[in-house]
């Protein structure tokens, strides 16, 4: 095991120990569905493409498509990098996952892009997205599925993708 893997497995660890109460565990679980091949966020896109019209529409289905393009960046990283997920026996693996691949989160960076494609469409300010972030990037821990850095690397590749696609709306 490397310094830096077991450094994380620590991490985790003490991250499981303080915060995974059975509230905490429940609401995660529920997160780790919704957030299951981006469908939560694809239902919230394809209900603001269906709600509106127009100009309105077209960054409807801009900001649907960041979540998509994220999601499978995600999926090609995690492809390329092939780290497996948490494995220590201290580690509770609390959630059913479709890959033995953990780096980066693809929950987290669809999260992120929902939050920075969605949010300037749903006029919640810069709080509620940010908190929506940190909610996701704290349940994949929680549920032990998911190092820091994977969670970390998902947040970054969530906002370049949204960020990017919205410079590049016509």
Known sequence: M???RRAETS???AIQRSLAAPRAIAGARVLSHVGEHALGWLAVG???IAASRGHRRR????????????????????????RPRPDDVRIQVLVSTPSRLSFPSAHVASTTAAAVAFG??????RVAPGSVVATMAGSRLVLGVHFPSD???GVMVGWAVAVSMRRTRT
Not at 70 to 82: F, M, Q
Not at 120 to 125: D, E, S, T, Y
Request: proline share 2%; aromatic share 4%; net charge positive.
């Open 11 to 13: 991490g985790l660890y």
């Open 120 to 125: 300037p469409l749903l006029a919640v300010g």
């Open 151 to 153: 969670v970390a690397i």
């Open 46 to 48: 394809a209900t603001g």
């Open 2 to 4: 490397t310094s830096l």
């Open 59 to 82: 960054e409807w289905v801009r900001a649907t498509q960041s979540v998509l393009t994220a999601h499978a960046a995600a999926v090609l990283i995690k492809r390329v990098v092939r």
